[in-house]
Every structure is written in C-alpha cells, then in structure tokens.
C-alpha cells in the first residue's frame, strides 16, 4: 500500500526542485529518475503511473545521451 503522505511529501519537494532549460542537462535527468521513481512507488494504485515513469525515464536517458528533453 502507498503511503500518501509520503507521496505528498515527496511530490512537493521534487516540484519544488523542477529544473528549467538552463539547468545543467545532468541535473534534468536526475530530476526525471526522481520523477520515475516516484510514480513507480504509485504505479501499484495508480497503473497510469507505470507508464509516466517509463517516459520520465527515457528523457533521462536521452538529456544523459546528449539529447533535449
């Protein structure tokens, strides 16, 4: 079961930490894996959730590649 005052908590802080297109492209794709982690911590009540954390993942992947994400 998630715990939603952890989600809260957590979704909070990672908006809080939302880059912008000047931030270092490494910065961005960490930010992105938090994204992924998180929505993969509410994928088991949320199965939308699966999927964002999918492309959150990816546009780490591709900002580590060298890519515009």
Known sequence: ???LHSVSADLS??????PNIA?????RA???????ELL????????EAAELAIAAR???A???GGGRA
Do not use: I, Y
């Not at 931030?23 to 910065?27: C, F, V």
């Not at 960490?30 to 992924?36: E, G, I, M, Q, S």
């Open 1 to 3: 079961m998630t715990d």
């Open 13 to 18: 802080a990672l908006l809080q930490d939302m």
């Open 58 to 60: 990816e546009r780490a």
């Open 30 to 36: 960490a930010w992105f894996d938090r994204k992924a």
């Open 23 to 27: 931030t270092p492209a490494g910065e």
């Open 62 to 64: 591709c900002l580590r």
């Open 40 to 47: 993969e911590r509410v994928s088991g009540t949320v199965p």
